[in-house]
């Protein structure tokens, strides 16, 4: 091709995965230059090979890694990290996405340095300076701290959250302190301060998380950290964000970076697994129409369903995944300029809503594809060196941290609910997510109307059902929380009752809602090139229909659809799909899969040479043809078979 | 009490549990008595106090065991198990069920020995003898077998499945062979052999699984194992069994077996994940109704929500295994004693499609409930120690391996749709599962009649939906798989285009009707004790409405339900049973945990003590509170912070 993307994307080598590279309706290089643009792929080669001819950054097939090795190799990865200063300011001010894509680059490879990385940055910003001295101390075992990211064996200084008790006696609330807890030439401990590691995890274990317990130790005044309030020299707080409102807004939006953040670690997980487990499926044949000749396991309706859908996710979320950077990116320039509108309050608010409500379903339907690619790939899913298993220990605690899923969608259905007063009069947010509500009442009137499979191919009808869904689910959480107060129950215990099959679903519902929109709108924009449209319009059809398919009981229950034509309509235009889409599948993971130094996965390869790189690794480790070390206790020890055989 | 049981049951110790255990409303040692009968309940205190007592099966935590070490460990384990030979040929004969509970006692405390133990009784079980030779050979490394137990490091000998073909150029089918593959004194590999270890799995990596090629070896004439075909000494093939029907029952029988075990294997995890979970809820605190009150987080309606559908149907499964388990029981029986009958053959083929479903299902919930216990545990779930990973990575491989687990269910349709032709004759199953296809037409007429929330508390309401649910993608299967043959499709592509939302939902639906069905009657049977009874009831309530809610949308779809009321009644009445049931949970749990040796779980502790288990275990790594070896390099490599700084 003459387009000057060739030299950006090297040619994939040839092999058994070209059958479906031909078939495929787009040129993925093209694909890849409107998604990322040059500029971006450039940073992602620059970073991508740097890791790859980097001795430090090798990989050791089939060798074993102490968890203390391990925690060295990362904090050196770290290290190294900080001294490639892969951005420049100026690039930085120019595309803040460019801070997105390097920390996701990096994850790509191992998300403990890159995660380490952060936790480095994240403390570095936060630093300030001032002068009393305070006293810090943890009043039993169960107040320690725990999981705290470096702490286990290497951090010198900790940020921690204490209550705050300024010297006239009042309470001030809660604060945060920079700690030193390690001396910085022995790493030893402070007097009064026990440090120690948490122990292993199911994954990220080349972070160390540790504990810390305070007794009497004395922080300098200079080291509270100055987000939202100080204590003057002489012991008076003052705070430089005066309203009450806005400097909970700041502190939302602090959330939010840590969320936003998961949600883009997760939508890269689903990168990671779905590329291994489409490859794989492109070239693993088992059965077919004859004895004789074996079909690719893509070909089988069964692994379309379960893997195409997922496919369709990741790229919805990426793209949504970069939108949600620019708001909050929107956010953090209105807080640097020191904005007082009450448009930048509601941008807290709502960038809020959306983050709790992103991390949950994001890290959610990672987990959920990485365990059906590890099914979807049999044993060879099941080996480690595959790495679909580190794939899914990784992104496990994306479930939990930085506050709960479950618990955080209470917070995007509080703000969904706290709409309900303004229903009747004309209003919008700032990133016009809640504008569906304007339409409330005509809305809830909506009915199913596609008359045919063919009808449903277009994400305007899941689109269409969601907004139903949405108001439906607000009215009846409503209704609910309505009757609980009535019927004498605390707010507390009222709130408790509305969430399952109420909130929860309402906070569920409404963040699919808000993918889907932005991913309809971005894949039916005439700006568009026709070549790519038609393969995009599918994949936002495919996520739409898939994801509205869980709640199609409601849909039924609430009298939106009716018949057994809707149900049936929605699940062919599915299946229609996911056939549609499957000789494309490969092209549209050779558009986001790292090079295979970075995704270090065999059975996901470029070459799709499914055994030879299988052996490849097999037979790299260093002890495979080796009988085990314990082989004479063997002949002493074998196992009284007899004993058994004479019962049986 | 003076109950006999007494002594079979010890207390458990004092502690924040005691606040559960009292309110539950039933006794908990009765329950245990009833479910499993005081003779298998000191079977497993045998077991487990020998583990216990037993240096070699000491627990060691805070330290890492590298994967040749963990093999070395497990091998002897092993055979200290053949050792302990805790069942003697009498007990087996007089109750074969003694067999099923050691098994997972065993596995209750790791499955690597546990299964390395049942492949080397699998083997000794099918050992046979006889004259000529053969030559065996591989013919590419696609074609070398990977996965085998056992094989990785210490197997001396394998049964290999190989095309047999006899010295007059006849092709005899697939036969299995024993073959040497190591010396028995050196475990050096035999001449021609090449075998080896296949490498770091997700989990089970005490096991060693290997690879094995051939070239050009000489196996015995003697080595063909006679299961069902032999050859003569003039090299003449001969089978015992004569009937090619009655040789595919057989085979099909020894299949089950394999099925079999790993469903009870997955419900034992069930058994595992809940004890933790379940017991963590109870006793650790958050938020409440006021800020100085804070409540165990079991209290809340959506933890209820995510685990005691799980804990009811832990119970169900238990049940349904056991009951799997005496039919199979009654199947071996049969091919022992060459019973040549009708009866035989129809239980062979039904016993077969009920573990092609069970398998999915328990392998799946158990999957499931690993991960949804691991997340409302939290951080705690996420530590190694507590095993939540260990167990979801233990269990992973149940969903593929001896049949991938969609890829059985067709086994399941297949029988189901089998049945369709003689739906007009009266007919019946040797286990009366498939009878509910007698009121095929009538049962297709019914309708979802409850009034009340109240009308659904009772296992009758889902069974009877399920039993609609059964016939209707019965029908829809049946009508599905017939257009597609009209349009001209092959019987292959037919096949392929009808299991997703028909075949596939057919046998999940068939085999969660089977469970519940015989967990109903079960239940509902008057000789339970009256104590007992209602919290029993609640159970199966609960399992059946839980896993009813999943199909909701196709009993909408199919007509069976219709209105908005429906579907309230059948989501409040999920939430009324977790309610009843959350004072019982605890008690529930103390019934089937195996004893804290066993479970090996800080956070799943009998007493409760939270933070007392978990500082007690972390404080055992031998460097939790020492500073990393690599602190040196710290001093020398400190992140630059400086310049990152400096940018922002």
């Not at 605390?490 to 808000?514: G, H, M, P």
């Not at 009298?559 to 149900?567: F, H, K």
Request: with cysteine.
């Amino acid at each position: 091709g003459s387009h000057s993307w060739e030299s950006l994307l090297p040619d994939f080598p040839k092999g058994p995965l070209c059958k479906y590279r031909k078939k495929a309706s787009f040129n993925w290089k093209e694909m890849a230059v409107l998604l990322d643009g040059k500029d971006i792929i450039q940073l992602k080669n620059r970073i991508f090979s740097a890791l790859e001819s980097d001795p430090l950054f090798v990989h050791h097939p089939g060798e074993e890694l102490s968890r203390e090795k391990y925690q060295e190799l990362t904090f050196l990865r770290c290290k190294r990290l900080f001294e490639y200063d892969f951005l420049t300011q100026q690039e930085i001010i120019e595309n803040p996405l460019k801070i997105f894509h390097m920390v996701l680059c990096i994850g790509m490879y191992d998300w403990s340095p890159c995660i380490q990385y952060l936790l480095h940055c994240a403390v570095i910003l936060n630093c300030a300076s001032y002068l009393l001295e305070f006293i810090i101390n943890t009043p039993d075992f169960e107040a320690a701290k725990f999981w705290i990211g470096n702490m286990g064996k290497h951090a010198t200084h900790a940020v921690v959250y204490a209550q705050l008790y300024t010297p006239d006696g009042q309470y001030q609330g809660l604060h945060s302190f920079l700690v030193q807890i390690r001396d910085i030439k022995t790493l030893l401990p402070i007097p009064g301060v026990v440090v120690g590691d948490i122990g292993k995890k199911i994954g990220q274990n080349g972070l160390d998380n540790g504990f810390a317990m305070f007794h009497n130790v004395r922080i300098p005044k200079e080291n509270i950290l100055n987000i939202a309030g100080d204590v003057t020299a002489e012991g008076k707080y003052s705070s430089s964000v005066k309203d009450v409102k806005e400097r909970f807004s700041a502190a939302l939006g602090s959330l939010s970076s840590g969320r936003t953040v998961i949600t883009a670690v997760s939508m890269t997980n689903l990168k990671l697994a779905l590329s291994i487990a489409i490859r794989f499926s492109a070239v693993r044949c088992q059965f077919g129409p004859t004895d004789d000749e074996e079909i690719p396991v893509l070909e089988y309706q069964t692994q379309q369903w379960r893997l195409l859908p997922y496919l369709a996710a990741t790229y919805a979320l990426d793209y949504f995944c970069k939108s949600l950077f620019e708001n909050l990116t929107e956010f953090y320039l209105g807080l640097l300029t020191k904005q007082r509108s009450q448009r930048q309050a509601d941008i807290g608010r709502e960038i809020h809503a959306l983050c709790a409500a992103s991390k949950p379903l994001t890290s959610w339907t990672a987990q959920q594809a990485a365990q059906e690619c590890r099914e979807a790939c049999g044993g060879h899913g099941y080996l480690a060196m595959n790495r679909l298993g580190e794939i899914r220990n990784d992104n496990d605690p994306n479930c939990t941290y930085e506050g709960d899923n479950n618990v955080l969608l209470q917070q995007t259905s509080n703000y969904l609910m706290s709409w309900m007063h303004c229903i009747r009069v004309p209003f919008e947010s700032p990133f016009g997510t809640i504008n569906v509500l304007q339409d409330y009442h005509h809305i809830l009137d909506w009915k199913f109307t596609a008359m045919s499979v063919e009808d449903c191919m277009d994400s305007s009808v899941p689109l269409a059902a969601y907004k139903w869904l949405v108001c439906y689910l607000l009215r009846e959480s409503d209704l609910k929380l309505s009757k609980e107060k009535q019927s004498g129950r605390s707010d507390f215990e009222a709130k408790n009752n509305c969430q399952v099959y109420y909130c929860r679903s309402l906070a569920i519902a409404f963040i699919e809602q808000t993918v889907l929109q932005r991913y309809h709108d971005y894949t039916h924009d005439p700006d568009i090139p026709s070549t790519l449209q038609p393969v995009l319009k599918n994949l936002s059809a495919l996520y739409g229909l898939w994801s509205l398919s869980k709640h199609l009981a409601v849909l039924y229950q609430g009298g939106y659809a009716s018949g057994e034509q809707a149900g049936r309509f929605i699940q062919n235009a599915i299946l229609e799909l996911c056939y549609r889409l499957k000789d494309d599948a490969v092209a549209l993971v050779d558009v986001f899969a790292p090079p295979d130094f970075i995704l270090n996965s065999p059975i996901g390869k470029a070459n799709g040479e499914l055994y030879k790189n299988i052996w490849g690794e097999v037979l790299q480790g260093s002890k495979t043809l080796n009988r085990p070390s314990w082989w004479t206790e063997f002949c002493i020890n074998r196992p009284v078979a007899g004993r058994l055989k004479s019962k049986l």
